[in-house]
């Protein structure tokens, strides 16, 4: 496999694995490409740059040089305008031909919750891809990597943005104190904390009341204005429309807004104390991501 065509897969695997970038990448933003480069922050050092011809780098490569850092791109161009220079970038080896045929994995879903079980996932993945059935429990398409538990790392804004800002796809959970209601939210884009709250649009992106003892089937809300979404700020936590966000450490607000999100999840409350507080990476076939990366070591 040449590296130009690998170069192609990967770049096409990322953008599937992250949600909404612009199918024009003329309409790409700093946002977008940022959000790119971190799914495929595995992926990038793994390439031969410098085993690939200037055509390619020009055609292929260049438009997206935003993912690669100013270094490294610097260096590839350097390379290619003088080949005998010393650069600092680290020069891989040409990739070595195999003909054995790695194994077949069965994927398990870990639960790496303390909040939720299998079948919420299960819902929770189903909504991500508006599935009108929920997926099996031994069939869920997504890794949740954990990025923050509160009982851990702490319940303020300040951590929670230290931890989980500039992640594309996060699930944010929390459980209340005295119901145990199980209430969240699903991001697609990313947290951000730099500067003033800012609103960022989305259709994308669902609050949710999970199935418990105090709630007999899960809720599932979907946003209705879209430019209303998603709200960063340095002071508060994840922001879910206009009422639903971490007001102060273990406190949260929530209130039904008609024109926010489309369902109502709780009818009393505006202030919520809660007990546990989580946030989950979503990663799409991590498994073939995985073993994608190691066949590529090994051309």
């Known amino acids: 496999m040449e590296e130009t065509e690998i170069w192609d897969k990967i770049i096409q695997w990322g953008k599937e694995q992250t949600p909404n970038l612009p199918s024009d990448l003329e309409q790409w933003n700093d946002e977008n490409f940022l959000a790119l480069k971190t799914t495929l922050e595995k992926c990038i050092p793994l390439i031969r740059y410098f085993q690939m011809p200037g055509k390619d780098i020009a055609i292929k490569v260049k438009p997206y040089r935003q993912i ?10 350097l390379k290619i305008m003088a080949p005998d ?13 195999i003909s054995a045929q790695l194994p ?8 790496p919750s303390s909040i939720i079980n299998d079948g919420h996932f299960a819902e929770i993945s189903s909504w991500i891809d508006r ?22 790392d702490g319940f ?26 199980i209430l969240g939210g699903y991001n697609p884009l990313v947290w951000m904390s730099n ?10 992106s669902f609050i949710f009341s999970l199935k418990s003892p105090y709630l007999p089937n899960s809720i599932l809300s979907r946003i209705i204005h879209a430019s209303d979404a998603i709200g960063c700020s340095s002071s508060y936590g994840p922001v879910f429309g206009n009422f639903f966000y971490i007001h102060d450490n273990k406190k949260w607000a929530y209130y039904h807004d008609e024109n926010s999100y489309e369902k109502q999840l709780r009818s009393s409350a505006f202030n919520l104390l809660i007990d546990e507080f989580e946030v989950f990476q979503v990663l799409k076939d991590l498994i073939a991501f995985h073993w994608y990366s190691k066949i590529l070591e090994l051309f």
Do not use: M, Q
């Open 68 to 77: 690669l850092g100013s270094n490294l791109w610097d260096d590839i161009t």
């Open 104 to 111: 077949v994995r069965e994927v398990h879903f870990v639960n």
């Open 131 to 152: 599935n009108s059935s929920i997926y099996d429990i031994t069939k869920i398409p997504y890794k949740f990597n954990l990025l923050l538990r509160g009982s851990k």
């Open 156 to 181: 303020t804004s300040e951590i929670f943005h230290r931890l989980c800002d500039n992640i594309p796809g996060t699930v944010a959970i929390i459980k209340v104190n005295g119901t145990n209601e």
């Open 195 to 204: 500067g003033s709250h800012k609103w960022f649009a989305t259709t994308d």
């Open 85 to 97: 220079i010393s650069i600092s970038s680290i020069i891989l080896p040409a990739h070595k031909k």
